[in-house]
C-alpha cells in the first residue's frame, strides 16, 4: 500500500463521483452525481462517519481540506464519506479510511442518524449516515487534497472544546459526538482497547 493516493489523480471522492439517493426508509431511489446532491438543500443519500480511537484512548481527528466544498477548513470527526453503487457503507468506510488517511482498522458500526445542514449557499448535506468506530494503529497519512491536518485529543478536550467552540466543527460532528459518548461509551472503551 502506498503512503497516500497518487496526487496526479482525480480525487477519490470527487464532485462527478455517483452517490445513493434513498427515502427516509433507506430505500433506493435513483444514483446521483455528489455535487447535484449537494445543490440547494439536498438530495437524502447514505453516508458514514468514521472515529477511531488509540489505546490512550485518545480521539483522532481531521480538518478539513480548504478544497473541500462544504465546511471546509472545520475540524470533524476522523474520517467521513459515502458508499458508491453496489458498496456497502462497511466496505465504503474502510475504503475511504485508506484513501484519506492512509489507515486500516476494523470498523464497529453504533448507529445511523439523519440530518440535514446547509452550508449558507455552498451547498447541504442531507445524509443518512451510519457511524462507525475502531481501534487506531499507526500514524495517519493524509491525502492533502481531502485533510488539512490531524491531531489527537482526550475525550474530554474534545468535549470543551465542541461546548467552547461550537463553530470550529462540522455539524454532524457536533450531533454525533454526544451520541457516541451518551448512548455508546462501552463500545469506544471496547475499541480503544483493540478487543473485538
Known amino acids: 500500500m502506498t503512503d497516500r493516493p497518487d496526487p496526479s489523480s482525480p480525487a477519490a471522492d470527487g464532485a462527478d463521483e455517483f452517490l445513493i439517493v434513498v427515502d427516509e426508509a433507506d430505500r433506493l431511489l435513483r ?5 447535484i446532491v449537494h445543490d440547494g438543500t439536498g438530495l437524502l443519500h447514505r453516508a458514514f ?8 484512548k485518545r480521539f483522532l481527528l481531521q480538518k478539513r481540506s480548504d478544497g473541500k466544498r462544504l ?3 472545520r475540524w470533524s470527526n476522523t474520517c467521513c464519506g459515502h458508499p458508491r453503487r453496489g458498496e456497502s457503507d462497511a466496505l465504503a468506510a474502510e475504503r475511504r479510511l485508506r484513501e484519506e488517511l492512509g489507515l486500516a482498522s476494523p470498523l464497529a458500526k453504533l448507529f445511523s442518524v439523519t440530518y440535514r445542514f446547509s452550508d449558507g ?6 445524509e443518512l449516515c451510519s457511524v462507525h468506530v475502531g481501534r487506531l494503529d499507526g500514524a495517519p497519512r493524509p491525502d492533502p487534497r481531502e485533510v488539512a491536518e490531524t491531531r489527537f485529543a482526550t475525550i474530554d478536550d474534545v468535549t470543551r472544546d465542541l ?3 461550537p463553530d470550529l466543527y462540522t455539524p454532524w460532528f457536533r ?3 454526544p451520541i457516541l459518548l451518551e448512548r455508546h461509551r ?3 472503551e471496547k475499541a480503544a482497547s483493540g478487543a473485538s
Open 186 to 188: 462501552a463500545a469506544v
Open 49 to 56: 462517519s468514521i472515529f477511531l480511537f488509540d489505546a490512550s
Open 163 to 165: 461546548a467552547a467552540h
Open 71 to 73: 465546511w471546509s477548513g
Open 121 to 126: 449557499d455552498k451547498g447541504t448535506e442531507h
Open 175 to 177: 450531533l454525533e459526538w
Open 31 to 35: 444514483y446521483e452525481r455528489k455535487r
